[in-house]
């Protein structure tokens, strides 16, 4: 499928697990993002990358790791994941010069119990 | 600080009615404002950008640097407007898109 895309769309785990969202692009954009959407907070950016092997932390970025060995993906694993992680992951992109806009993929709803 | 503010979580109009939801932004140069949507359980995507001064889906927003506010507005509520509604703040960094904590717009037949 052209576009952005994440898998899984729906995850439950337990508290202590490790979790690996995936995120995959096919645009070729160089930067890559990941959000989490909570209520009362909105978006926060977790990591962003912007470009294969370059990653910087964002406003949230405890407790998630991530990589980026090719220009199209982008994962996000949770190393032992919390509760307080259950939300929704959105990954997102974009090219150089216009970080303004973004492009989202459908999400990921993530429950930690 | 860079901050983006939306006051209300939510605002619930009839059909019809004009809409008007608020963002004011803190940023100390020259940022590019964009208001995103979300449609229920679907992606956000793009509504606006400041800088092209368009009108998509029949809202409109202009940027007032002296009141530090991007407020989106539309004269006739749609049915289909209801959705959540963010405004978010580039300041030219490619980490940096600071989005405000969004408004649920409800529309009422």
């Known amino acids: ?113 | 600080a860079q901050r983006v503010t939306q006051p209300e979580k939510l605002l619930s109009v009839f059909k019809g009615a004009p809409v008007e939801l608020k963002c004011n932004y803190s940023y100390s140069g020259s940022p590019e404002l964009f208001w995103y949507v979300q449609y229920s359980r679907q992606r956000l995507q793009l509504l606006l950008r400041h800088i092209s001064r368009e009108s998509i889906k029949g809202f409109t927003a202009d940027l007032n640097k002296g009141e530090t506010s991007f407020h989106l507005k539309k004269p006739f509520a749609q049915e289909e407007d209801s959705a959540m509604y963010y405004c978010a703040l580039w300041g030219g960094s490619q980490g940096n898109l600071i989005f405000g904590k969004g408004t649920k717009l409800s529309v009422k037949p």
């Open chain 1, 1 to 113: 499928d052209a576009g952005i895309t994440q898998s899984p769309r729906y995850k439950i785990t337990e508290t202590g697990r490790q979790v690996t969202l995936m995120c995959h692009q096919t645009w070729s954009h160089s930067y890559m993002f990941w959000y989490r959407q909570d209520l009362g907070h909105g978006l926060r950016l977790i990591y962003y990358s912007a470009a294969a092997d370059i990653t910087d932390k964002g406003e949230v970025p405890d407790g998630y790791v991530v990589s980026r060995s090719k220009t199209e993906n982008f994962p996000l694993t949770l190393e032992s994941a919390t509760r307080s992680q259950t939300s929704v992951y959105f990954c997102a992109s974009t090219i150089p010069g216009h970080g303004g806009e973004q492009y989202f993929g459908p999400g990921t709803r993530l429950t930690v119990t």
